[in-house]
């Protein structure tokens, strides 16, 4: 079965994710798009000669549309997934799931009386190959317990419209769904350090900050945030067992030696850095779409970063430790 897809809010992700359907990605097939700017909807419909919808609701309300992908900004998110659940259709949601921990217990509340898992959120490190290697190490209890974890997530830049939150709620999110899924267990405490900034950030922005998070059984997570590197888009992460330690794979590149010495290529975005793992992520998503299954992080997963990130948030603005409050896990999650 090939899935038919209506996408809202192609931007550069969404049209990331559309060439690699049209390119590499197979069973999956785009009927047509919206977008709140209509100028945007009717060039990235006529680039990939499908329609145009003039709202979200029309599109996912179109019969011909199978399953919708949602790639607008995180704050609209919650009203397109919901009505996706309402019209029985299995959503493909970009991260953020919502920006809060409130508006994510909405989706998982329209999900539980829909009585099904219909929504899949786009986690995509949870896929990159570096990350999987790093999971069975630690899973094959070769290097012990997993003690602490030293991640830095570093952008060349950000736009001026990139908020204050946003380093916790757009960007150490990725740190956060991967740490749960990396060590199997939830965060119950966020403290922000916040070291000298850096002279090319915006005003508004602490930049870098250090984001440091303690799980249930006490392994402590340190994420370094620097969205205004300039030099790259450098994702590392060293794992620390009780008996070894466990390292990311450096870039994902070869690594080139000549008279200069010894170097390799720094990507410079996540569709560089992740091209991998957003093809195994839509991969697998459509592939369970066309088995009528649900794969892939769920909205609980969205739900339980998304209380990190408002504990994260919390302690970006004020001092000290939070504590992360999160609901039991419901049924449909179990
Ligand atoms: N997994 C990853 O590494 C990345 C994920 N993202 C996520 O993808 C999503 C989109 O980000 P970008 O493509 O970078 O942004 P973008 O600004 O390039 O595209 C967003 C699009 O959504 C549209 N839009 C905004 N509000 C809308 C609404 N209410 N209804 C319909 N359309 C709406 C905009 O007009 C725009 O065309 C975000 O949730 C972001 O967090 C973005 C970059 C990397
Ligand atoms: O998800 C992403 C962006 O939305 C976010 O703004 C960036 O900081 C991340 O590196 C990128 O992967």
Known sequence: MTVRI??????????????????????????????????????????????????????????????????SYGPAHEADVIASIKAGKRVFCEKPLAPTADACERIMAAEQEAGRKLVTVGFMRRFDESYRQMKAILDSGEIGEALMVHCAHRNPTVPEHYTWDAAINDTAIHEIDTMRWLLGEEFVSARVDKPKKTSQRFEHLQDPLVLVLTTQSGTRVDDEVFVNCQYGYDIRCELVGETGVVSLGDQNQVVRRDSVGQHNKITMDHNERFWGAFVAEVQQW??????????????????????????????????????????????LYA
């Not at 359907?21 to 197979?26: D, L, Q, W």
């Not at 047509?32 to 499908?50: F, L, M, Q, T, W």
């Open 6 to 71: 209506g996408m809202i809010g192609p931007g550069g992700m969404g049209q990331a994710h559309l060439d690699r359907i049209r390119t590499v990605i197979a069973g999956g097939e785009l009927v047509g798009v919206s977008d709140i700017d209509p100028g945007n909807a009717k060039r990235v419909a006529e680039k990939y000669g499908v329609t145009a919808f003039d709202s979200s609701a029309d599109l996912i309300n179109d019969p011909d549309v199978d399953a919708v992908m949602i790639c």
């Open 286 to 331: 459509l592939d369970a779409v066309a088995r009528d299954e649900h794969t892939g992080p769920s909205a609980w997963d969205g739900y339980a970063a998304a209380c990190v990130c408002d504990a994260g948030v919390r302690a970006l603005s004020a001092d000290g430790v939070v504590a992360v409050e999160m609901m039991d896990k419901p049924a």
